[in-house]
């Protein structure tokens, strides 16, 4: 038997439409040099109109690319609904990646347009030679406009361009499988991926996003989206705002904690979202200079593993926070560690600190390194791999096939999950050290070393060694005004893990490097270790 539900596409013009009548008076907080800037999601939606019209004018049809170069502000929202919802391709380029990866991806999405904030002007000039798909170039904002000199691409003002357009748009109303944006991983190894979402993967996604077991977004929250709308989409926050009627508080690029922690003060948002590295940056800042955190219901930290101390150290401020796994891959949420009710003391931790349940619509599967499937108890470890309507069943132009295993796609991520579907990562596949044939989580020595006082950060790789053919170097940075010595390190970690994991070559460093989306760079770290940069230190061998 057919059903008889009305076959309506899943859009993001639908959001568009929606949010900007439904929730019109909402708004859109812009960070600035000197203030903030506002705008109502009504005003956004006139604007994107203008834009589309003027993007549609400089020749943009069907599923071409129109590239974003820009920080979280106003007018890359405006991208987001108009682009897309014209009926074409938004493609967020990662204001941080090197020169040779940006212009690399660029021309494999083959982008017609690009649109620029004006503070990142002098980055994409450099790499534009190496541009040869791009023939239009707008720019947002104050710029020095000289660096374009010689461009082969066109020009233009945001404003000029948008300035006395039509503010309405006839939206177009695709087939819902159709391509709406696309973003390139950020892996450290090989060329980056690209992945390109579908209206219904951002649409079901966006969904998933505000419900309740997801980030629990309504219209009362004031969304703080520090992750970068070029890292996985801003996890969804931007679509899925706009779909309940959140206020967006957007940095631009004021990312460091003394900006972030007065925009939180000033406008007072109840939930943020943002990897590691920045809150702990953060914590630090709010712990020197104790500011008004209190609107804060929730911070959601994800990206990577968030160390226990991180999430005591909000804890002590009185801010929840809350666990999140996800991927580029997978739009990008997996799963949130919100805590089943009843849950209470240690289970409660054990809870927080597992990387969340898998939402509803993603499926996982634990696979052995022989290829069996293995069960979900908690107990056994293998690799995640994952399938649902808004993880990409293959990378753009059918890059690197291997990751897809039978309609599932490998993850590279190594943990357990629960029989309730809490995932509990040890480690990415590749950062696994393996000594004497034995596992070491870089994940939980990291973990450990980061919950001594006296430690910011640490790193932790594995390099090799004669005997035991790989063995962890932990790399750690002193937190200022604190010393701390290797014995110590060594000491406090011992109550933590089996004595044999215990790292016998360390490394104090000034900072942690970091890729382009904040993460810690442990490709960079091997390769100090190998060239011999790294002043290593070293303990008695293990027996
Ligand atoms: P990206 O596509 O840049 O967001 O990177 C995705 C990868 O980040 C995942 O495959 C994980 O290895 C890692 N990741 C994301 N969230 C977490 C988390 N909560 N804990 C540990 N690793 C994470």
Redesign the pocket.
Known sequence: MRSTMQDVPLSIATIVRYGTTAHGDREVVTCTADGVRRATYAEVGRRSAQLAHALRDLGIEGDQRVATFMWNNQEHLEAYLAVPSMGAVLHTLNVRLFPDQLAYIADHAQDKVVLVDGSVLPLLAKILPKLDSIEHIVVNGPADLAVLEGAAAQVHSWEELIAGRPEEFDWVDLDERDAAAMCY???TTGNPKGVVYSHRSIYLHSMQVCMGDGFSLTAADRVLAVVPMF??MAWGLPYAALMVGSTLLMPDRFLTPEPLAAFIAAERPTLAGAVPTVWTGLLAQLQAHPSDVSTLRQVV??????PPALMEGFDALGIRVI????????S?L??VGHVPPGVTGDEEWRYRLS??RLVASVQARLVGPDGSVLPHDGVAVGEVEVRGPWVTASYYRDQDPDRFDDGWLR???VGSITPDSFLN?TD?AKDVIKSGGEWISS?ELENALMSHPAVAEASVVGVPDERWGERPLATVVVKEGHTVGIEELREHLSGQVASWQLPERWAFIDEVPK?S?G?FDKKVLRQRYAEGTLDVRTTAPIR
């Open positions: 991983t950020s892996g890292h996985a930290i994800g990206g990577s593993a968030c666990h999140a796994w996800g991927m580029t891959e997978i990008p997996g799963s990387q969340g993850t590279g991520d990562l990415r994940m890729t989306v993460k």
